[in-house]
C-alpha cells in the first residue's frame, strides 16, 4: 500500500502525540521537585513535630537533591502555619508538617480563616506514639494514683501545661482530669519546649507530653515520669506504667506526625511525595533516630489516610464535648 506524503505526516504527528501523552506523566514526575521544597512547621522549634519533621526533610533532601527546608512559623496553636500552607500552589514545593494537635485546635475553633478538613490535605503519616505524664520532682506523688489523691485533696490547685488551647497536651490534660474525677488548672504556653520547661522550673506541676519534647528534662532529671497514655504500656517506654491502668481506667491518648500539602495537588504527586517518605521511613537511620524519640515509625499510603482530618476533627470535637472544653 502506497502512503502519500500527506497521510505519511499525519501518522508521524499522531504517532508522536501518543508517545508525549505516554511519557508526559513519567516526565513530569521525574521532574519533582524542580526546586527547593519548603515543609512549614506551623509550631515552635524544639518540640516533638519539628524534631521529627527535620529528621524526614534531611531523608528526602538527600534522596532528591535538593534542599528541603523546614520553616517554623508558629502561632494560633498552629493555624497560622496550616493557614499559609493552605494558600500555597499545590505543586508540592510548599508542604505543611503537623501532628495530632492540628484536628484538636480545628475541633475547639468556633470560627476558622479557611476550611481545616478540606484546606489541606494528607500526602504521609511519619510515626505515631502514646504521651507521656511527667510531673515536677518536687510534687508529693511517685505514681499516677498518688497524684490521683492529692489532686482531689486540692481541687483546683494543680497545674498542667500545653502547647496552646487546644493542642495535645490541653486534650489530654482535659480528659484525664475527667477520668479520674479531678480539678486541675490549664496553663497555656506558646509552644511545647516552653510548656515542658515550665515544668520542670516548677512553674507548674505536671504535662502530658510526647516523649521527644519531654526527653532532654528526662535526662537532666528535671522530671519525674508517672504514667504513659496506651491502653496497656508501652514497649516503647519499658518499665513504665499505663496511666488506664494506675487509676484511670479507660484512660488513652494516641499522638501521630505527618505531611499535608494544599488542596488540588494531584494524585500522581501526592502518590509520589507518600512514597518518598515512605522510603525514608524504612531506613535503618531514620528508624534508629525514630526509636529515641519514643515514637515508632507509621507509613500509610495515601489511600489509607485521604479521609484522616474529616474522622480526626470529629473525634476531637467528641472528646471536646466529654472534656467540657469550650469552643474558642
Known sequence: ????????????????????????????AQAYPAKNVQ???????????????????KG???MWGKNVIVDNRPGASGMIGAELASKADPDGHTLLSTTSSYPATAAVRAKMPFDPAKAIIPVATFARAPMLLAVHPSV?????KELIAL????????NYSSSGTGGNNHFSGALFG????????????KGISLAVTAVAAGEVEMVISSSSALLPMINAGRVRILGVS?????????????????GAPGY?????WGLFAPAGMTAERINFINAAVNKVLASADMKKFLDTQGVEPWPQSPAQIADLLPKEIARYKKAMALAGIAPQ
Open 60 to 62: 528526602l533532601g538527600d
Open 151 to 158: 489532686a482531689k485533696k486540692n481541687p483546683g490547685k494543680l
Open 230 to 246: 496506651s491502653l496497656e504500656p508501652s514497649t516503647l517506654f519499658p518499665g513504665v506504667p499505663s496511666i488506664a491502668q494506675s
Open 140 to 144: 508529693p506523688a511517685k505514681s499516677v
Open 1 to 28: 500500500m502506497k502512503i502519500t506524503q500527506p497521510r505519511f505526516t499525519r501518522i508521524m504527528l499522531a504517532l508522536s502525540a501518543a508517545a508525549l501523552a505516554f511519557t508526559a506523566p513519567h516526565a513530569a
Open 252 to 256: 488513652e491518648y494516641q499522638l501521630w
Open 178 to 189: 475527667t477520668a479520674t474525677g479531678t480539678k486541675l488548672v490549664h496553663i497555656p504556653y
Open 39 to 57: 515543609i512549614i512547621l506551623p509550631y515552635t522549634a524544639g518540640g516533638s513535630t519539628d524534631v521529627i519533621a527535620r529528621a524526614v526533610a
